[in-house]
């Protein structure tokens, strides 16, 4: 647990020193999350110790407390930074784009443990960190959606191979807004209680969105709203780059009666590569966290049965972004896996 919280908080502190002071802080901050992170996993021992079974930590989840309050916390530094003078243009962008790295890969990571946890007050908390980055119903569809339908045609954040990045982008927000709130619709039609209609989580994800996006315009000006939605779709991009590149071109059969297999080992890619499993909450030991969704994030496990990543998850993410390279890389690794041709 020390090595969770330091690679997910020691970033927060360079971030927050690049919004209060510039200078060299916001490079510091955008090599901590880049390169330095590269770098650890390149050449430092690959595998973090496996957790013993059944092994609680109870100290996982206050963790996942504190960064959820860090998010909110570093949000508003960031956007009250915009509208300061005394830090250069330059220092600001550099700023923005690592702190919306650290909300890609740190506070979306870590909202999604939360709202998987089994207390209402972290699964608000979660979900309420989704919504702030203008994205709440991913709470909803992750839940409701993936986890349902992860690996076939009907979940919208399964890549079926051949499918680039770009074109995934636009079906799976999309996708991923009408599936969620079905869903919620549906949940909401099979309760023995017509549950108030001010209850429904979409009503609460847009409430958010507004409040965020009206704060932003008030602490900072129109620089602040334009910040803040970059800082949104920054952090979006990389949550959908987290679903793309994770199930990518991995199907679960279909059996007779049209059914499709149980979710196993095999529909999920994984990175063993401990740093980045670190700062991002062991997000990339993945099969796992669909077999066992309430399994907490430091025991999830690596078995020999699950798809590796060639490269990290990040490294994986950025390589997403140039679909030919990405095509060539997964044909390749998908190839290996057993039963490929």
Same mark, same amino acid.
């Given at each position: 647990?020390t090595?969770f919280?330091i690679a997910?908080? +020691?970033?927060?502190?360079?971030?927050?020193a690049?919004a209060?002071?510039?200078?060299?802080w916001p490079?510091?901050?955008?090599?901590?999350?880049t390169v330095?992170t590269?770098?650890?996993?390149?050449?430092?021992?690959?595998?973090? *110790?496996e957790?013993?079974d059944g092994a609680?930590?109870?100290?996982?989840k206050?963790?996942?407390v504190?960064?959820?309050g860090?998010?909110?916390?570093?949000?508003v530094t960031?956007l009250a930074?915009v509208s300061?003078g005394?830090?250069g243009l330059?220092?600001?962008?550099v700023t923005?784009?690592a702190g919306g790295?650290w909300?890609?890969q740190?506070?979306h990571?870590?909202?999604?443990? +939360?709202i998987?946890?089994?207390a209402?007050?972290?699964?608000r908390l979660?979900?309420a960190?989704y919504?702030?980055l203008?994205?709440g119903h991913?709470?909803?569809a992750h +839940?409701?959606?993936?986890h349902?339908?992860v690996g076939?045609?009907?979940d919208?954040n399964?890549a079926?191979?051949g499918?680039?990045?770009y074109r995934?982008?636009?079906r799976?927000?999309?996708?991923?807004?009408?599936?969620?709130l079905r869903?919620?619709?549906?949940l909401?039609?099979r309760?023995?209680?017509?549950?108030?209609?001010?209850s429904?989580?979409?009503?609460?994800?847009g409430?958010i969105a507004?409040?965020?996006?009206?704060?932003?315009l008030?602490?900072?000006g *129109?620089?602040?709203?334009?910040?803040?939605?970059?800082l949104?779709l920054?952090a979006?991009m990389?949550i959908?780059?987290?679903d793309?590149?994770?199930?990518?071109?991995?199907?679960?059969?279909?059996?007779?009666?049209?059914?499709?297999e149980p979710v196993?080992?095999?529909?999920?890619?994984n990175?063993?590569h401990w740093?980045?499993?670190?700062?991002?909450?062991n997000?990339?030991r993945?099969?796992d966290?669909?077999?066992h969704?309430?399994r907490?994030y430091?025991?999830?496990?690596?078995?020999?049965?699950m798809?590796i990543?060639?490269?990290?998850?990040?490294?994986?993410?950025a390589?997403?972004l140039?679909?030919? +390279?990405w095509?060539r890389?997964?044909?390749?690794?998908?190839?290996?896996?057993?039963g490929?041709?």
């Open positions: 647990m090595l919280a997910t908080i +020691l970033p927060v502190a360079l971030i927050g690049a209060l002071a510039g200078g060299i490079w510091a901050a955008l090599f901590y999350m330095f590269a770098l650890l996993d390149r050449y430092m021992p690959r595998l973090l *110790p957790a013993t609680e930590f109870p100290s996982g206050i963790l996942s504190v960064l959820g860090l998010h909110f916390t570093l949000l960031l930074a300061r005394d830090v330059a220092d600001r962008v923005l784009v790295l909300f890609g740190v506070a990571p870590n909202a999604h443990e +939360l998987h946890n089994d209402r007050a972290a699964r979660g979900r960190i919504a702030s203008l994205m991913h709470a909803s +839940l409701l959606v993936h349902v339908h076939t045609g009907s919208p399964s079926p191979e499918l680039g990045f995934f982008c636009s799976a927000w999309g996708g991923s807004f009408g599936a969620g869903a919620e619709n549906a909401r039609a309760a023995q209680t017509p549950p108030p209609v001010w429904h989580p979409y009503l609460g994800y409430l507004a409040v965020v996006l009206a704060a932003s008030l602490l900072a *129109p620089a602040g709203l334009a910040a803040c939605l970059f949104a920054h979006q990389q959908l780059l987290s793309y590149v994770q199930h990518y071109g991995l199907r679960r059969a279909v059996r007779d009666g049209g059914k499709p196993g080992d095999a529909h999920s890619w990175s063993p740093f980045s499993s670190a700062l991002m909450v997000a990339p993945h099969s966290h669909h077999l969704p309430d907490p430091p025991a999830l496990r690596l078995r020999g049965t798809p990543l060639p490269h990290t998850l990040p490294v994986m993410g390589i997403a140039y679909p030919p +390279l095509r890389i997964m044909r390749r690794a998908l190839a290996r896996l057993p490929r041709a």
